[in-house]
């Protein structure tokens, strides 16, 4: 056994004007494993500024749960949608994670002195530890919200929206 993960799956980069999602699953709001039962499963039509969080401090945000599928968009409709046999969790901002977390030395003190970047990063996750909340001071999530490490497999199909008919 050795420390838990904080997710399983992966994260890259799209240019900037892959600006709209749709997808089915948990929302509209953000939800995480212990965090999405005031959150319920539909279909959504949302832009990817709308996904940040300005909290206080800057952190990992706007994570939607339950997944059945995501697609990200351009103004015209193309891109890509995100489909796979398992529930999944996605998120995308203008934001990279090492711009919201930058570490033990917490340069980035307030999410107002943030400035977007020029793309847009997207998460695709088949599991994600839970936030916990249980207190404000750095509590773990429970036992049943954690991710504890070992073996994981992930299947999923990136498709081009515009193949789709």
Known sequence: AGPSLFRFGFRFFTPKQYNNL???????????????????VGLYRQRVEEQFYPY?????????????????????GSGML?????????????????????GPVKHNRHS???E??????????LLQMGVACINAWGALPEK???LPYGDYSF???????NKIY
């Open 116 to 125: 977007e970047e020029n793309f847009t990063q997207c998460s695709i996750d």
């Open 144 to 146: 049943q919200y954690m």
């Open 82 to 102: 995100v489909d796979s046999d398992s529930l999944f969790s996605a998120s995308a901002l203008h934001y990279s994670q090492e711009l919201l977390d930058d």
């Open 22 to 40: 749709v997808y089915y699953g948990r929302g509209p709001g953000e939800n995480y494993p212990d965090r999405k039962d005031a959150s319920f």
């Open 112 to 114: 107002r002195d943030l």
């Open 56 to 76: 206080i401090r800057p952190q990992e945000n706007g994570t939607k749960t339950d997944i059945r599928w995501w697609q990200l968009l351009d103004h015209r």
């Open 155 to 161: 299947t999923c199909s990136i498709l081009d929206t």
